[in-house]
């Protein structure tokens, strides 16, 4: 499918529930402000693109790529990023709540989740690899036969994670983190 492209743009306060995003591959530009709440971004491409500010929960993300998309304090929550196109898969997230997304079976490895709200969020069957989460709320996420090898989670809080159905060769965890992950085993540790 050939996209018209749209390059180096800044868009700000847009309300796309009222402007459809037009379909294009978006490189390196800037969204701010803009409210894309439950709109459709299917089959977009979004290439070197930052999102600021932004509202973009429960959009319908299907078969949309994102390459090195940074999202900077957006709202996302329930979206389900499994539908995205798989191929060179690519985010940064920074002080962002994604709560209720899926990144079922997605292939993740050196992703950045920093100072992010992640509750419900499902990670099953992800290649988390070398992930970093700093400072990351993961209350009731879902980790299972998740390939967590070399992230880090040495700030994180809340999380669960079964060592017995995952991958955790060493990844980072804090003291106190480190305890979480004998929840499974219920030890009486003082």
């Not at 990351?136 to 880090?152: M, P, R, V, W």
């Not at 999380?159 to 929840?183: D, H, M, R, T, V």
């Amino acid at each position: 499918m050939n996209l018209p492209l749209i390059t180096d743009q800044d868009y700000t306060k847009v309300d796309y529930t009222k402007t459809e995003l037009p379909k294009a591959e978006y490189d390196n530009c800037t969204f701010v402000d803009c409210n894309f709440s439950e709109t459709q971004l299917s089959n977009n491409m979004f290439i070197d693109c930052e999102f600021v500010n932004c509202n973009l929960s429960n959009v319908n993300v299907k078969h949309t790529t994102f390459k090195d998309a940074t999202f900077n304090e957006c709202k996302l929550i329930g979206i389900v990023f499994t539908e995205c196109n798989p191929f060179l898969m690519s985010f940064a997230f920074i002080k962002s709540n994604l709560s209720f997304s899926s990144f079922f079976e997605c292939k993740l490895n050196k992703t950045v989740y920093d100072t992010c709200y992640l509750e419900n969020v499902e990670f099953s069957k992800a290649n988390l690899s070398q992930a970093i989460f700093k400072d990351c709320n993961l209350f009731k996420s879902t980790f299972n036969n998740t390939n967590l090898e070399k992230a880090n989670f040495k700030t994180s809080y809340n999380f669960y994670i079964n060592p017995q159905l995952n991958s955790l060769k060493l990844a980072k965890f804090s003291k106190e983190g480190a305890l979480n992950l004998l929840k499974i085993y219920q030890l009486d540790i003082d």
